[in-house]
């Protein structure tokens, strides 16, 4: 099956600096890949997503970029703010389409 | 507004007992999902419901009981062979199989007493 890998697991910048979150994917037929935010007692929230037919896809402060040939792919937030201090957690959608399967997430830390 | 709300926000069960989890949906969605949340982790698929009268297990159904006899529920039942199921426990729908995104409600955190 299916095995995605996150990384890091915490990272702490600085308001107004930029933050990276890698992710690793095993199976290559993958095809959907979303970004959830997950604010503390709350259901994860999707915030961008991408298809395996293109290679980055940007909205306002957020960026996700996606590598086929490697099985990798990022979530980019630029000009970062405390509001954006949450978890966040990827996954990818298996061939069949009837399952996601998640990293292990980031807590992401933004200092004011 | 449309969305999934989850109920209780917090369950308590005895050891031994069966509980059940609340799932409705008013997105007019076809699959339904439960997933596991433990501290510090990802989510981890129990069942999935593509459409009304039919669902599968997903990675770690073992303990764990669903029905869906309407479309726009999906109960969960955590019975008393589940050994660890204290948990954040998270539904998700979306409009059909292979559709996405997945929608999640605000959970239920079951604790055992």
């Known amino acids: 099956g299916e095995n995605v890998e996150q990384h890091p697991s915490t990272l702490s910048v600085q308001e107004g600096d930029s933050a990276v979150i890698k992710c690793t994917y095993s199976d290559s037929a993958s095809n959907y890949f979303p970004w959830y935010k997950q604010e503390l007692g709350k259901g994860p929230q999707l915030i961008i997503d991408i298809r395996s037919n293109v290679g980055e896809k940007k909205d306002q402060r957020i960026a996700v970029t996606l590598n086929k040939t490697a099985k990798h792919f990022s979530l980019h937030i630029t000009e970062t703010q405390p509001e954006d201090s949450a978890v966040y957690f990827c996954a990818a959608l298996n061939n069949a389409g009837n399952m996601l399967t998640f990293g292990g997430g980031t807590r992401l830390m933004v200092k004011p | 507004d449309g969305g999934i709300t989850q109920s209780p926000k917090y369950l308590f069960r005895k050891e031994g007992q069966n509980v059940t989890l609340s799932c409705e949906q008013n997105l007019n969605h076809d699959a339904m999902y439960w997933y596991r949340q433990d501290p510090g982790q990802g989510l981890r698929l129990i069942y999935y419901s593509q459409i009304v009268n039919d669902f599968q297990k997903g990675d770690i159904a073992e303990g764990y009981s669903v029905s869906r006899e309407k479309k726009e529920s999906f109960p969960l039942t955590v019975t008393s062979a589940q050994k660890n199921p204290t948990a954040f426990y998270l539904c998700?729908?979306?409009?059909?199989?292979?559709?996405?995104?997945?929608?999640f409600g605000d959970g239920t955190r079951l604790s055992i007493l």
């Open positions: 998700a729908s979306s409009a059909s199989q292979g559709e996405q995104p997945q929608h």
